[in-house]
Structure formats: structure tokens, C-alpha cells
């Protein structure tokens, strides 16, 4: 690359449509990859209304730990695991317990008064301060080695078409919730141009054609690998719009209950989707931050494929006694965990772009929840699973803190990703500086 030139002035000179930027922009062979600095990335999923603590939390601590039943699929990656129990969102207020899981969990600060009423609690509103995700997001795009396209990346699978306290996680600031992308091709809208008919991404796919051969001479056999990648994607995208086109043509659109964006049944189809979004816009480095939500607090999907016919929900308030429910309940956690699994696999496979290793070496997931346990709504106890080696954390590990506030959490994501501040959210619950025993 000709010294002075920028991305896209070296791009215009090989006369590449704009549809093919985005797939080239960071390949190392065509010069455009950083490679003194390590991209390091964080990615936050959701999931709601809390576990079974007996099936889910290891008896022992340390390095020699049993992955009970919720968290068996992570047994292939336990070396790259961290469990934390004992941490705790204390941050109160108004709103219901639902309403400040979720609403204080990456903000670790206080809801507004509001007029939204949540069980027999006080009425609130959103959050006074933003997400831990988006001060880190604004962190990256303040420094011009780590700015990406988007900075960060809200992904959905089956929140409700509302805006209401229950369903919000993320925030850009006070009284700013920003929802999250729940439909698959809308998210593959805004990655990758958005078309306003299967016609337009058919010229646009025909467009990269060309492109490829053009830039293929250029690139190292890696490179060639990694765009041939994005290429297949795009057509596997292109085949599903076309199949869910033709079927719309055939079939008359069925009425769906008030408030679910999609079908319930397709929620494994769609969390698998999106995650494979994730990871393509991660080997194009769109963003370095992402937040996976699945439904919302409350939330009330049925997992049929899973032989529950109960919402998730409902099953959440039966008592410990029950053991079918909390056998229900732990088939739900593990099939969120598999979701978990699924994408540290493939960010496992993935080879880090102009660096060394797999996206997996620079990215750490954060699986969390609302709640310690449904049938209490304990803020006590949050589930923390970390899972990857992005913040250089020591992993393979299972740890038990007294009841911490999990601001001190936040914190040490934030500068584990080298932004170095001393507080976020409630300074109260930051006295204590970084959570210990992380590195």
C-alpha cells in the first residue's frame, strides 16, 4: 500500500464496489491490519429469570472443579472458564427485582422514577447511567487503534417488540436504552449494506464476484481463506432471504401473539444466526464490543424443542420441591449454555485476522442473568460465567467471593480491556477497587 494512502483511496484505485468493503478493509495482506496492536474484544449474553443453584454452581474452588449439569457443555472449554459465585448486584431503588436485574446489571447504577409497575414494588423508569459495554465501546472509539465501523453490536433473540424496562439491558447513557437487533437479517442488513429487496443483494453478490478475483492475487493463502469465508456467508444469508421470500409469496403471514417479533419455535435457528453473525463481524472487526440478549427479564419463551410446553418464566416461580419444574429449569440453563458453547466453538475456529491464534485468545464472554434464582428473585448470587481468554484473566477456574457488589465486576472488565478507571455506576459499591482474584 502506497505510503499516505488511505483504506478506502487504495480500495477506489482497484476499483472495488463499496459492497466489498467491508470484507477487505482489515486483511493484513493488503496492508490494513494492525499488527502491533492486539484487538481485544468483549462480548456480554444475557439470559433471564435466574438458575438452579444446585445444578448449576461447582461445590468445589479452584482449578480441580465439576461442571454440573446447566454448565456440562463448557466441559470441552474448561480450561478457558472462569465461574464466579458470590457476586452480587446490590444497587436498589425503584422497580421490581426483574426490572433492577436487568436494568442495573451492566449499569450498576439506580432506575429512574418512572410510571412502569413491576410486581408490588415501586414504579420505575430506565437507568440513570449507561452500560458497562457502551463505556467501553466509547473507550475504543476514542482511540484510533482500536476504532471499528459500528464500535458495538446489539444482538437479540426473541426480546418483545416493546420498550419497557424489562427488556433493556443496554444503555448509551441516562435515560438511554438502546435496544437490541432480534431480527437475523436485519442484523445482516446493517453489517453489510442494507438491500431493499433479495434483487439488490443478488447485484450485490454478482458485484463481489468480480471484486474477489480482482484482490485475490493480492492476498496470502490465509487472507484468500478468510474471504472466500465471508463470501460463503453472504450466500448462505442470500439463500436463506431467498427461501423466507418465497414462502412469504406461497403462504399467508400467520398472526402472532402481541408483542414476540418471531416465531418461539425458531429460537434455537435464530440465536444460531446471530451468533454466526457475531463471529463474521467479528473477523471483519466491524466492532470489538457485542451484547447477545435472549428474551428479556420475565422473559416467557417455550421451549418446545426441549420438551417443556411451560413459559420460562412460569417454570421459574415453582418451589425448589418441585423437581420436575427445576428439572424443566436446568434443561432451559443448558440449552443457554450450549448457546454459550456454540460460540466459543466457533470463535475457537476462527483464526485472528492479521494476528496470532483464534478470536477466542482475544475475546472474553460474559454469560450472566437478572437474577440468582427465579423463585426468590434473589439479586444475590448473579451467575458469572466468563468464558475466553481476551482480558487475559486466569481461567480454568471456579471461584467464591462474599457476596461482592458486582460494580467492582464491571469495573474489571473495563480495565481488563486497558480502560483504567476506579468507579462505574454507584460509587458506593466501588470502594473496594477491582474484583481480586480474576488474574
Excluded at 204 to 214: C, N
Excluded at 402 to 418: D, E, F, I
Aim: glycine share 8%; with cysteine; hydrophobic share 35%.
Amino acid at each position: 500500500m502506497a505510503f499516505g494512502k488511505s483504506r478506502r483511496e487504495f480500495l477506489r484505485d482497484l476499483g472495488l464496489s463499496a459492497a466489498a468493503v467491508p470484507f477487505v478493509l482489515n486483511l493484513p495482506s493488503l496492508g490494513f491490519a494492525n499488527q502491533q496492536t492486539r484487538k481485544q474484544r468483549l462480548v456480554i449474553m444475557f439470559s433471564p429469570n435466574g438458575i438452579v443453584p444446585k445444578n448449576f454452581w461447582p461445590d468445589e474452588e479452584g482449578a480441580q472443579f465439576t461442571l454440573k449439569e446447566s454448565l456440562s457443555p463448557l466441559e470441552p472449554y474448561r480450561d478457558r472458564t472462569l465461574i464466579l459465585k458470590g457476586v452480587c448486584d446490590k444497587v436498589r431503588g425503584d422497580g421490581d427485582n426483574h426490572m433492577r436485574g436487568i436494568g442495573c446489571l451492566l449499569t450498576g447504577i439506580e432506575l429512574f422514577p418512572g410510571n412502569i409497575q413491576g410486581g408490588s414494588d415501586t414504579p420505575a423508569g430506565w437507568s440513570s447511567g449507561l452500560s458497562i459495554d457502551q463505556e467501553i465501546k466509547n473507550y475504543l472509539q476514542g482511540r484510533p487503534d482500536s476504532r471499528t465501523r459500528f464500535g458495538s453490536l446489539e444482538f437479540g433473540v426473541m426480546v418483545p417488540d416493546r420498550a419497557d424496562t424489562w427488556s433493556r439491558m443496554v444503555y448509551s447513557g441516562a435515560n438511554k436504552p438502546i435496544a437490541p437487533i432480534d431480527d437475523p437479517y436485519q442484523m445482516f442488513h446493517k453489517l453489510y449494506g442494507r438491500m431493499k429487496d433479495q434483487e439488490s443483494l443478488k447485484s450485490v453478490l454478482d458485484e463481489l464476484q468480480e471484486d474477489l478475483r480482482t484482490v485475490s492475487g493480492r492476498l496470502s493463502s490465509d487472507d484468500r481463506k478468510l474471504l472466500e469465508e465471508h463470501a460463503t456467508f453472504v450466500r448462505e444469508m442470500e439463500r436463506e432471504l431467498q427461501s423466507s421470500g418465497d414462502l412469504t409469496l406461497k403462504h399467508q403471514v400467520p398472526e402472532l401473539e402481541p408483542n414476540v417479533k418471531e416465531e418461539n419455535d425458531n429460537m434455537p435457528k435464530i440465536s444460531k444466526m446471530q451468533i454466526d453473525l457475531m463471529v463474521n463481524s467479528f473477523a471483519a472487526d466491524f466492532a470489538r464490543v457485542a451484547t447477545l440478549q435472549y428474551t428479556n427479564s420475565v422473559g416467557g419463551a417455550r421451549m418446545k424443542w426441549l420438551n417443556v410446553e411451560e413459559g420460562h418464566h412460569e417454570l421459574s416461580h415453582k418451589p425448589d420441591s418441585d423437581e420436575a419444574s427445576q428439572d424443566k429449569l436446568t434443561r432451559i440453563n443448558k440449552w443457554f449454555c450450549e448457546q454459550l458453547a456454540y460460540l466459543t466453538k466457533r470463535l475457537a475456529e476462527s483464526p485472528e485476522p492479521g494476528g496470532t491464534g483464534s478470536l477466542l485468545d482475544n475475546t472474553l464472554i460474559v454469560w450472566t442473568n437478572e437474577l440468582g434464582q427465579g423463585n426468590s428473585h434473589t439479586l444475590d448470587n448473579i451467575p458469572f460465567v466468563l468464558v475466553g481468554n481476551g482480558l487475559d484473566f486466569k481461567m480454568g477456574r471456579s471461584l467464591k467471593y462474599n457476596k461482592v457488589p458486582h460494580n467492582r465486576l464491571l469495573l474489571s472488565l473495563a480495565n481488563g480491556m486497558g480502560h483504567q478507571i476506579d468507579r462505574f455506576g454507584n460509587r458506593d459499591y466501588c470502594k473496594d477497587g477491582l474484583l481480586t482474584g480474576l488474574t
